[in-house]
């Protein structure tokens, strides 16, 4: 009986909550579809309580309207769903109006027996909800339909949703009375850009703003009793709440036209955008691959960016072989977020299974955001080593067949079983003879096609240690340091970083030239009675100089320069390589001697020139200075001399610098020191002009050995009417021109020296306690640029 009451109660209470359902179904779908967040607040406040009402008029007429089912429609409803005739439950329930007969009492008991029998099986029935009555246009399986789109398109939002349209805030700031309304807006581009935020303001409304794609609109408003709104186009997103009347929010702008934020029934800033594009890199080789000396692969690349290239990368192929897999190298750049960097790497390739063989190469640059551009596709001959064994040379030209023609593999395992039965031309390295075995044997009995390239592996380290006798020269490991280096500066890592990888490259240098110079003896017992021009020599005193130099112009904060330092020795070194190697062991010390001096009649000029500007002519003022200008030519004669007893030719401008020198002596003896200044400038524009004579003469002879010309122009220092020099800008070129010696430029020592000294005394102000906190202060953030 009960489960017929609650049938009954079901069929009752649902056909009479369908209005009700209704609303709050219709009210759930607006949410999904964040339609009411869409709206004014005020519109969004009357859609709320409209909903509210009519679902309070639906319950208030679903309640009116529902009775609980009774024992009787409970009885009837059961009689009904099990299908019984003659009411059998209302028959067990009557009684007999006269039991005085017995025949009639006794038929009365055959009846009720039979209605007790037939209502042993009841049945409560499906309940139905008789919406077809309440709702005879279907509107439910629109509705059904709306709330199942809704969920879709809300997907996780949609919690979310619904909270904004249950709490809809009415703006009454606007209608008056209330606070004036304040706005901050301002545009911040993608990091990677480069770019500084935009500030917006009213008189910046009438314009169209370029926004980068991908900028994050920031806004605060001041003001007001609801939430404003950032909108896009329409699109809105409301601010959060900070506290009381102080409200901000952000978007992030991926397209659009206008930029809007709107509070209420107001809006308190429109602004007409255009989404800049990240257009994507590209990229083109500066010059066509080249091989240097020591057997490496030259890049050398230009590539652009709207907001900076932030990786160049060169994939290498085989032409014809598409299942090979192609090799990728990563490029160096120059700096950071470079717009236009042209940049050049040097990759020792020559221990690839390629080498000797035809390739395409392309380059491609990416930016922050991932796009790629890529070059024309060129190609070139991969450089290989050069192998001075015989055994060695066979191995490698075995590897090359195995490449080209792989499934000759019984050949080439034949080839070196032949090769390793001769160890007389190997010295009888037990290592090598079994290198060529093992590499024959795995021919022979692993057919896989993935095998081949562990055996060309095998095969190259075989010959490498044939070739060398067991010793390495690990060039790689010196690329990679220099490499480390330059990258360190690049991004302006700590000094200490830059110390220890300034620590590391000087020690692999150090072993590199003496690993050099000891295969150099191996292979050619006479070259150290050979004799050898100093002017075209190159000493591990020469390269520590260079080291030092760079580190010091780290150090004063020059790392643009000291990364061309570094790059220009490894220039140098990858030049030298084919040169014959005893070169490494004495050179440029000429070059460093006319340095020196040039060094010292530049510090003598600075100080007649404040002599003149005093007033101190008198002869017991200048005479020091005429005996130091007479030893500075004393020891340009014996430079001169120098360099005609090691067959060098001493440049003509030195000639000139000799008698300027005179000149200038001959004035400061007499107590003149305005007209030693004259002089004392020619003889210094002498000095350099001697100098980059003798540099582009060393570097001439060099490449000449090398067959390959190098760079032959050299920056021309200019100076003013007393010999100072010009700022970069006023015509010396370069800052760094003045202050790098890379490949036969000339390095102006003293004014790194200069730099040095201001250093040096920043530092000792700053340790003295007794100075004002703001010169403190001030001194601080100059040595952080340091």
Same mark, same amino acid.
């Given at each position: ?9 079901? &069929? ?9 359902? +209704? ?6 779908? @607006? ?40 024992? /009787? ?47 042993? /099986? ?60 304040? @706005? ?14 935009? +500030? ?206 792989? !499934? ?42 993935d095998a081949i390239a562990s055996v060309q592996r095998l095969m190259w380290d075989t010959a ?25 500066? $690049? ?5 200490? &970083? ?25 292979? !050619? ?49 990858? /030049? ?25 009649q530049e510090q003598l000029l600075d100080r007649t020139f404040r002599q003149s500007q005093t ?15 007479? $030893?500075?030519?004393? *020891? ?9 007893? /090691? ?24 107590? !003149? ?48 009417? +007393? ?5 970069? *800008? &006023? ?5 760094? *021109? ?29 340790? &003295? ?7 403190? *202060? ?9």
């Amino acid at each position: 009986m009960l489960l017929a009451r609650l049938a009954l109660a079901w &069929e009752r209470v649902w056909p009479a909550l369908w209005p009700a359902s +209704f609303v709050v179904g219709a009210f759930v779908a @607006l949410a999904l579809f964040d339609l009411p967040a869409r709206l004014p607040d005020w519109a969004a406040t009357s859609l709320l309580g409209l909903f509210v009402a009519a679902l309070i008029v639906t319950l208030t007429h679903a309640v009116r309207d529902l009775r609980p089912p009774s024992r /009787n429609a409970a009885r009837r409803r059961l009689e009904t769903a099990s299908a019984l005739a003659h009411r059998p439950l209302a028959a067990l329930e009557d009684t007999l109006a006269s039991a005085g007969d017995p025949a009639t009492a006794a038929l009365w008991r055959e009846h009720l027996t039979r209605m007790a029998a037939a209502a042993r /099986n009841l049945r409560v029935g499906v309940p139905r909800a008789g919406l077809v009555r309440r709702d005879p246009y279907a509107l439910r399986v629109a509705l059904g339909l709306l709330l199942l789109l809704g969920a879709i398109d809300a997907g996780s939002d949609a919690p979310a949703r619904l909270v904004r349209a249950l709490e809809p805030e009415m703006n009454l700031a606007g209608i008056g009375g209330g606070p004036a309304v304040t @706005l901050d807006i301002w545009i911040s581009p993608p990091q990677y850009t480069g770019l500084p935020p935009q +500030f917006l303001s009213a008189s910046s409304a009438s314009g169209t703003i370029a926004v980068p794609i991908g900028s994050t609109v920031l806004a605060r408003v001041h003001g007001g009793d609801a939430r404003p709104k950032l909108l896009v186009d329409g699109h809105a997103t409301k601010m959060s709440k900070i506290d009381e009347g102080d409200y901000k929010g952000e978007i992030a702008i991926k397209a659009g036209s206008r930029l809007a934020v709107a509070q209420g029934w107001s809006t308190l800033g429109s602004w007409s955008i255009h989404v800049v594009p990240d257009l994507p890199p590209t990229i083109a080789f500066a010059k066509p691959p080249q091989r240097t000396a020591l057997g490496a692969v030259h890049l050398e690349y230009e590539a652009k960016d709207d907001y900076g290239v932030e990786k160049v990368t060169a994939t290498i192929r085989r032409p014809g072989d598409p299942s090979a897999q192609a090799v990728t190298l990563d490029l160096p750049l120059p700096d950071q977020h470079l717009k236009d960097a042209h940049g050049a790497s040097f990759t020792d390739l020559t221990a690839s299974p390629w080498a000797g063989l035809p390739v395409q190469i392309q380059l491609e640059a990416a930016d922050a955001l991932g796009q790629t551009g890529k070059s024309e596709i060129l190609e070139f001959v991969l450089p290989e080593r050069v192998f001075h064994n015989p055994v060695a040379r066979a191995i490698i030209d075995e590897r090359k067949e195995l490449t080209t023609h792989p !499934n000759d593999r019984e050949a080439i395992a034949d080839a070196l079983e032949d090769l390793s039965s001769r160890p007389a031309l190997y010295d009888d390295d037990i290592v090598a003879f079994l290198g060529m075995r093992s590499a024959a044997d795995r021919l022979l009995l692993n057919q896989d096609t993935d095998a081949i390239a562990s055996v060309q592996r095998l095969m190259w380290d075989t010959a490498v240690r044939i070739d060398d006798g067991g010793g390495k020269l690990d060039r790689e490991a010196l690329r990679q340091s220099m490499q480390a280096l330059q990258n360190a500066l $690049a991004r302006n890592a700590p000094q200490s &970083e830059i110390d220890r990888l300034m620590q590391q490259l000087q020690q692999q240098l150090q072993h590199y030239v003496q690993a050099l110079a000891q295969r150099t003896l191996e292979q !050619n017992p006479q070259a150290a009675d050979m004799p050898n021009d100093p002017s075209q020599t190159l000493t591990s005193n020469d390269l520590q100089r260079i080291l030092d130099r760079a580190r010091a112009l780290a150090q004063t904060g020059d790392r643009q320069a000291a990364r061309d330092l570094i790059a220009a020795l490894q220039e140098l070194l990858e /030049n030298l390589g084919s040169a014959r190697p005893m070169q490494m062991q004495g050179s440029a010390g000429m070059l460093d001697a006319m340095h020196d001096l040039m060094r010292r009649q530049e510090q003598l000029l600075d100080r007649t020139f404040r002599q003149s500007q005093t007033g101190m002519s008198q002869r017991g003022n200048t005479g020091g200075g005429a005996a130091a200008q007479d $030893a500075l030519r004393q *020891d340009l004669g014996d430079l001169m001399r120098k360099l005609g007893e /090691n067959g060098g030719t001493a440049p003509a401008p030195l000639a000139h610098a000799d008698r300027a020198m005179g000149d200038a002596a001959d004035a400061l003896r007499r107590g !003149n020191s305005v007209q030693a200044v004259g002089p004392q400038s020619e003889a210094v524009d002498a000095l350099q002009q001697a100098a980059r004579a003798l540099a582009q003469q060393m570097h001439g002879r060099e490449m000449g050995a090398l067959g390959n010309p190098g760079e032959n122009d050299l920056p021309q220092m200019r100076r003013d009417p +007393f010999g100072r020099l010009l700022p970069a *800008d &006023e015509g010396n070129g370069s800052a760094n *021109d003045g202050g790098v010696m890379r490949m036969g430029k000339v390095q102006n020592d003293y004014a790194l020296e200069k730099a040095k000294q201001i250093l040096d005394e920043l530092r000792r102000r700053a340790g &003295e306690p007794d100075r004002p906190a703001i010169e403190h *202060d001030y001194i601080d953030r100059l040595l952080r640029e340091f």
